[in-house]
Every structure is written in structure tokens, then in C-alpha cells.
């Protein structure tokens, strides 16, 4: 993914406005919240490669490179970089660009790399399909 616009080739996972109820009273959105919104978004294409529920259980070095304001439209974007037995590793970007503003740039805020496990009925780790097998009924 680049640094000098969103990405294209990686899959847009979510697009969301900052809403005043997620920002402190200086107008900035609380980190959380943009944490949550990148969890969700990383857990999609790991959900769809694991054919099934997956735990988040580790997140690599987030660094937050800029605020994100109230009113502005935060777009996700994720990317499978690896795979394990039972993990799957997605890079995330969250990207912003100010709304009412139709020439604004779309401005990276972060990024992070988050670990899912894929878990069976009793939340144990279980392996990934493989990929080329038909996906269970369940």
C-alpha cells in the first residue's frame, strides 16, 4: 500500500464518518474508536479466507500519523500478507479525507498489522481451509 494516495490494488473495506459522539471535546476522534474500525475491517478478508469466525489476537505497531476530525469520512482498506496453520496477518490502512471539501486528498492516519486466528464452535484454534476446497456448510 502507498503512501502518497489510498490504495487501489487492496481491497476498501469500510467507509464511515466521524460522528461528534466519537471525538473528545476538542474535536478529535478518540484513537479506539479508529482502532475498532480497523479491526473490522481487517477481520473481513480474514473471516472470508478462514471460511468462518476468527479471533483478533495481536496488533502490530500502530503509529498515529495524523488526527482524524469530526465530519470526516474515514475509509479502510486491508490486505492478506501472510498466512499460518491457523492465523491469518492483514495489513490495514485508514485513510481520511475531509468532507465538504470535494478537492481534499485522502491523507493517511495509520496503519497497523493485526493477527486473526481462525476458531472453531468452542473458540479453540482450528487450521484454514485449504483454499481450493469447497467451504463448509455450517
Known amino acids: 500500500m ?3 494516495g489510498p490504495p487501489t490494488a487492496d481491497l ?5 464518518i466521524a460522528m461528534p459522539g466519537d471525538a473528545n471535546p476538542e474535536g478529535d476522534i478518540f484513537g479506539g ?7 473490522l475491517a481487517g477481520a473481513t478478508p ?4 478462514a ?3 476468527c479471533a483478533t489476537i495481536a496488533l502490530d505497531g500502530m503509529v498515529f500519523h495524523q488526527p482524524v476530525s469530526i465530519g ?7 490486505k492478506v500478507v501472510r498466512t499460518g496453520r491457523t492465523s491469518i496477518r492483514v495489513l490495514v490502512e485508514a485513510w481520511k479525507r475531509s ?8 491523507v493517511k492516519v495509520t496503519e497497523g498489522v493485526f493477527t ?3 476458531i472453531d464452535q468452542d473458540r479453540k484454534p482450528r487450521p484454514l481451509p485449504d483454499q481450493g476446497a469447497p467451504a463448509p456448510n455450517s
Do not use: I, K, N
Open 99 to 106: 468532507r465538504g471539501q470535494p478537492d481534499s486528498e485522502a
Open 33 to 39: 474508536w479508529l482502532l475498532a474500525q480497523m479491526d
Open 72 to 78: 470526516d469520512e474515514v475509509s479502510t482498506y486491508a
Open 116 to 118: 486473526y486466528v481462525a
Open 51 to 53: 471460511r468462518g469466525r
Open 46 to 49: 480474514a473471516f472470508e479466507l
Open 12 to 16: 476498501l473495506v469500510g467507509r464511515v
Open 2 to 4: 502507498s503512501s502518497d
